[in-house]
């Protein structure tokens, strides 16, 4: 049942401590009138109905209560017939290129060289790099592409690390 499923998050919630503080497991009912930075729902079925989600209030609540960010976890096939509200929203999410499959979350994350030495072995040459054109050099920051994923990245010498630029870009700036 969903009281069942909403109660054994909430205990699993309870148990992470100080860091859960704030976090709030409830029902797209229980979150009506309120807003939070992210909220993260389970749309729960995936046996070819949307059941009780095809209601438009509730999934204008749903949809509308995230200020900062909204994960929807959910079968992208059972969403999408439902033609009448989650269609929609699904085709506008993928032409926002944002959705992932399960398939996508299992896989392990790309890794940055360790260092420029590093990437310079791995892919034969340097020519990715790219000195730093902020003002800033003195912040030690370095910028490189990787050749293989385009991704631009950036090592600090001083700290002995790299990060993706596009997950950390204020570390440099």
Known sequence: SYSAQ???LQRL???IGR???????DTVDGFQGAERDLILASTVRSNYTVGFMRDP????????????????????????????TWKPW???VSSRQAVVSADDLLQPPEQLPRTPAEATASHGDASGHKPSSSPGKSDG?????????????????????????????????
């Open 90 to 92: 699904i085709d506008w």
């Open 57 to 84: 209030r509730r999934v204008n609540v749903l949809l509308t209560r995230a200020r900062r960010g909204l994960v929807v976890f959910g079968s992208e096939w059972t969403l999408c017939n439902e033609e009448g």
């Open 141 to 173: 920051w370095e910028e490189y592409l990787d050749p293989q994923t385009g991704r631009a990245w950036l090592w600090n010498e001083v700290e002995g690390r790299a990060v993706w630029k596009d997950i950390e870009s204020g570390l440099a700036r």
């Open 13 to 15: 919630v309870d148990g």
């Open 6 to 8: 909403q109660a054994l």
């Open 19 to 25: 860091a859960a503080a704030g976090l709030r497991v």
